[in-house]
Nanobody
Framework: QVQLVESGGGLVRAGGSLRLSCAASGIAFTLDTMGWHRQAPGKQRELVATITRAGRTDYADPVKGRFTISRDNTKNTVYLQVNSLQPEDTGVYYC??????????WGLGTQVTVSS
């Protein structure tokens, strides 16, 4: 079955960095748009960044200049480099990817906790 598995989360101090990875398996084609979302306790899930199959990127305003999304189409893997982390960045980070037919798959998330 199709799986998206995130890794790379953890506990860091404010100003620290992490590199999140999300690898898709069980799929025979390259995913189209992929992205990262996050959800803080008590808040709704919000879009963080997206990247198209061709490599075009978009970022939510709070993370612009600090986060970088990238992908490896040969591996159906998407990455999120998160720098200059602040406590407001704390949450569960989820990756997602869409198929050529428009179906979306979600990972189970990886926890990012930023201490002040």
């Amino acid at each position: 079955q199709v799986q998206l598995v995130e890794s790379g989360g953890g506990l860091v101090r404010a100003g620290g960095s992490l590199r999140l990875s999300c690898a898709a398996s069980g799929i025979a084609f390259t995913l189209d748009t992929m992205g990262w979302h996050r959800q803080a306790p008590g808040k709704q899930r919000e879009l963080v960044a997206t990247i198209t199959r061709a490599g075009r990127t978009d970022y939510a305003d709070p993370v612009k200049g600090r986060f970088t999304i990238s992908r490896d189409n040969t591996k159906n893997t998407v990455y999120l480099q998160v720098n200059s982390l602040q406590p407001e960045d704390t949450g569960v980070y989820y990756c997602a990817g869409s198929t050529p037919t428009g179906r979306m798959y979600w990972g189970l998330g990886t926890q990012v906790t930023v201490s002040s």
